[in-house]
């Protein structure tokens, strides 16, 4: 896909991995279309994204909510003409243990509420989206690909059973798509980052930070813009289709 001139949606756009998605690709002269839920940080986001040579829309949309996100898709294709892509990367966490358990005693188990704050955002966020995106490309009838943002935690992560569910979840929906969409002309794939160093992981202390990047073989946090350049990678290669991509600097092998 040459990126020029295409109409490209990032949902969580407006920091983190969405916006270094967005300026890796503005470059290219793309029209990007950031979905998040911050008017004040979708505007900065913009501001920045311009500047480096996008042209940018903004929308407030809860990737949770059916109606919003169908007529935001619709919207975005009507504005534009068209719709190429989709990077499905709105996500939340909300840690904790599945039991905490102390003394053969049950203290605490993971609330529902929290289990469902996560499946809403993270994977029916992700169908949603998805979905919606994939309707507006067979419409215009000129192909596409949508990219799902997953997690090296969909292998399983102690203290995140409602996160690696649903990053296992999209990892599994992006392969599923590749097959169904394909005689649309519609790619699907799916990228799992390990350890990045966002502005959430970067507040983290110092100290827990180096424990975490000894851990690595490359020993050191990856850069938001390597998830990015991973993206590129999948937009422009016509032939990735149906898989995931790790990059996680050789954490899991």
């Known amino acids: 896909m040459d990126l020029n001139g295409k109409v490209i949606v990032i949902t969580g756009g407006a920091q983190g991995l969405g916006r270094a998605m967005a300026l890796r690709l503005a470059p290219k002269s793309p029209h990007i279309a950031l979905i998040d839920m911050n008017a004040d940080t979708l505007a900065e986001a913009k501001k920045l994204i311009e500047d480096a040579g996008a042209t940018v829309s903004t929308w407030v949309c809860n990737v949770a909510k059916e109606d919003e996100v169908d007529e935001t898709f619709a919207q975005i294709a009507a504005q534009a003409g068209r ?12 840690d904790s243990l599945f039991l905490k358990v102390k003394e053969g005693v049950v203290e605490k188990r ?11 955002v993270n994977l ?9 995106a994939a309707t507006e490309m067979v419409k215009a009838g000129n192909g ?3 990219i799902n943002i997953s997690s090296i935690s969909r292998h399983g992560n102690m203290g995140q059973t409602n996160y690696t569910a649903t990053k296992a979840g999209v990892a599994a929906m992006a392969v599923t798509w590749a097959k169904e969409l394909a005689r649309q002309g519609i790619r699907c794939a799916a990228i799992a980052p390990g350890y990045i160093g966002t502005e959430m992981v970067l507040t983290m202390k110092p100290e827990a930070l180096e424990k975490i990047a000894a851990g690595i073989p490359a020993k050191r ?33």
Do not use: K
């Not at 719709?83 to 909300?94: E, K």
């Not at 993971?110 to 809403?120: A, L, Y």
């Open 83 to 94: 719709l190429d892509a989709v990077v499905n990367n709105a996500g939340i966490t909300r």
């Open 110 to 120: 993971m609330s529902f509420e929290h289990w469902q704050q996560v499946i809403d």
């Open 124 to 132: 029916t966020g992700t169908f949603l989206c998805g979905r919606a």
């Open 144 to 146: 596409g690909c949508i």
């Open 221 to 253: 946090l990856g850069q938001p813009d390597e998830i990015a350049q991973t993206v590129e990678f999948i937009l422009e290669n016509d032939y990735v289709n149906g898989r995931v991509i790790e990059v996680d600097g050789g954490l899991r092998v």
